[in-house]
């Protein structure tokens, strides 16, 4: 099972234990802006993925509102990946709370 978490917590995991955050949005959106840091997760990065992250490394689910980010990371859950996180409000969320994020303007 994932645990949903508030976008403080998930940057509190990425620092504090290397957390990786993965952002399901289409590529435009992601390329605009994302979380700082973030992993593009799409169909043809997930072996990318696969081979960067460890079974039991945490890993955090972003997207739009934090609705599709519940299906990844019951999906990755499913695969066999043991510390799944989902961000409550997804992207927008993690803007409104006023964390670092990487723009492409």
């Known amino acids: 099972?994932?645990?949903?978490?508030?976008?403080?917590?998930?940057?509190?995991?990425m620092i504090e234990e290397n957390a990786t955050l993965v952002d399901i949005r289409d590529e435009q959106r992601f390329t605009y802006s994302h979380a700082k840091g973030a992993f593009?997760?799409?169909?043809?990065?997930?072996?990318?993925?696969?081979?960067?992250?460890?079974?039991?490394?945490?890993v955090?689910?972003?997207c739009?509102?934090?609705i599709s980010s519940r299906n990844v990371a019951a999906?990755?859950?499913e695969q066999?990946?043991?510390?799944?996180?989902?961000?409550?409000?997804g992207f927008e969320g993690w803007q409104r709370a006023?964390?670092?994020?990487?723009t492409a303007y």
Do not use: R
């Open 80 to 89: 066999g990946y043991d510390n799944i996180y989902s961000i409550i409000g």
């Open 1 to 13: 099972m994932f645990k949903e978490i508030t976008p403080q917590q998930a940057w509190q995991l």
């Open 60 to 62: 955090i689910v972003s």
């Open 40 to 58: 593009h997760l799409t169909g043809q990065s997930y072996g990318k993925f696969q081979i960067q992250c460890d079974f039991d490394d945490p």
């Open 64 to 66: 739009y509102h934090g």
């Open 75 to 77: 999906f990755l859950v």
């Open 98 to 102: 006023g964390l670092p994020i990487e």
